[in-house]
């Protein structure tokens, strides 16, 4: 018996279909990275790295300028490519993907970046809109009603026409963080999410932040040089130097180190 | 002597370094193109920003180099007494030459320098990356769009150079000696054919692709900040300049061997 027709799919769709379909009723953890190896010429950033990110938990990446941290996280959204080792996003390994199936797993991930990166050519609200234009099949009305949703959630609901470059830092990462959450992604990377912000900016930040884990209920990695913002909104804390993880464990983990570096790092922000 | 060898073999390097990187962007933009979605807002936004807003510079430079041809060319004519072939000299060399000249290097300008410093800002500031994040190919949506935009604009802004051109010519020989704008077309286009006209306006379509693709290629390689952006800028002013000029003396010889 034939399927009615809006019911049969192309064969490319059908697997991409199930692919998404096993990505989120995967049990594997949300993010496995193992025996990561990434140099820039003869300069060796990551070492082996290996790392674990459950559903629904938060990872924070510490440590100092230059370690790879956030060359990690573009690794994990394939913005580059490792020398070795492998990363598996709800168990599916990424880094032999073809470019197609990269940004289906791409859609379910949410990435924030160090400066906001928000596209200075168009509104805020057109820049929340970006993905939900290319990814969805969202009428225009619907559209708008997402985007205002998405702004309210991050306080930035009054600025919708304002261009980029019209608003603080601040308020650049809100709608960035709002961008990034649009198309509900299963997994978020924050790149210094509170970098050259003010400690109150930052503290609202941190505050959204755990506000919109406890709503959506992400897996997130979220790098950073802000003890402070660290302890406030991650369960655990992995701490990278020479290219690979140091220590990783609870902020009390780390406190307790009698390593020097850990102790050298912890004192200099205390 | 073997640091000149060094320095040239050193330059022959870079050389051969940088048509291997355009030759994989011009593959990864060919590869994008055959996928869906096809942009089609996004191309027509690139086709008004480089068609109709250098319709203005391009028509204006048109107009110039009929008003310089017209004064020049007249004085040589008349001493030859060969005045009658004026509106000839002035049509011919416009549409032949002139106008597909003036067009690419005036389009090489303008939009050469905005997609290779908007592209650069983009990649300096992590748009590029912030779209290829969200899961769709900056490829095609930077690339593709632009490139295609400039080949479609390319031959309609040289007809209206072509037509200023023309036009100012026509004034420019009136004021001297008065003739009809009737006489003067129907003299400028006696002898030609309609090849004479369609393959060199059609040829910009390639300076098209050469400014397109190497401002994209410029634009989206750029590193370094704002001094890499002022360099991504002029060097894809430069270098489509030079490769419109390059393949001008080729697509002549190419013409005139298939079109004559």
Known sequence: MMLPEQEVLPVVEQTREASIESFAASDAPAITVRGLHKSFGSQIVLNGIALKVGSGETLAVLGRSGTGKSVLLKLIIGLQTPDSGSIRIHGQEITRLDLDALNEIRKKMGFLFQHAALYDSLTVEQNVAFPLKRHTKMTDSEQRDRVKELLAAVDMEADLEKMPADISGGMQKRVGLARALALEPAILLLDEPTAGLDPITSGEIDELILKLQEEHDMASIVVTHDLHSAKTIADRIALLHDGNVLIEGGFDDLAKSTDEFVSDFLKRDS | ?260
């Open chain 2, 1 to 260: 002597m073997r640091s000149t060898i060094t320095s040239v073999w050193s330059l022959t390097n870079r050389f051969l370094e940088w048509f291997g990187d355009l030759g994989f962007f011009a593959w990864q933009v060919l590869r994008s193109a055959v996928r869906r979605p096809f942009e089609g807002r996004e191309l027509i936004r690139q086709l008004d920003e480089i068609g109709s807003r250098s319709f203005p510079l391009v028509a204006l430079a048109g107009a110039a180099i009929g008003a310089v041809l017209a004064l020049e060319t007249r004085s040589s004519l008349v001493q030859f007494g060969a005045k009658s072939m004026l509106p000839a000299a002035i049509v011919f060399s416009i549409i032949h030459e002139t106008g597909p000249v003036v067009t690419g290097l005036v389009v090489s300008g303008r939009v050469g320098a905005g997609i290779g410093a908007e592209l650069g800002a983009m990649k300096v500031t992590e748009q590029i990356d912030a779209i290829e994040a969200s899961g769709v190919n900056p490829y095609k949506f930077l690339a593709f769009t632009r490139i295609v935009a400039c080949i479609l604009m390319l031959p309609l802004l040289t007809l209206a150079a072509d037509f200023s051109g023309v036009m100012v010519g026509w004034i420019a020989n009136t004021l001297v000696e008065p003739i009809s704008f009737h006489k003067f077309i129907h003299q400028g286009l006696a002898g030609t054919s309609f090849n004479d006209f369609l393959a060199p306006t059609f040829r910009t379509s390639v300076f098209g692709l050469i400014i397109g693709m190497i401002a994209c290629f410029q634009g989206m390689r750029t590193q370094g900040g704002t001094a890499g952006v002022g360099l991504s800028a002029t060097s894809s002013v430069v270098l489509s300049s030079l490769f419109v000029i390059l393949a001008d003396v080729i697509l002549v010889k190419v013409i005139l061997v298939f079109f004559s």
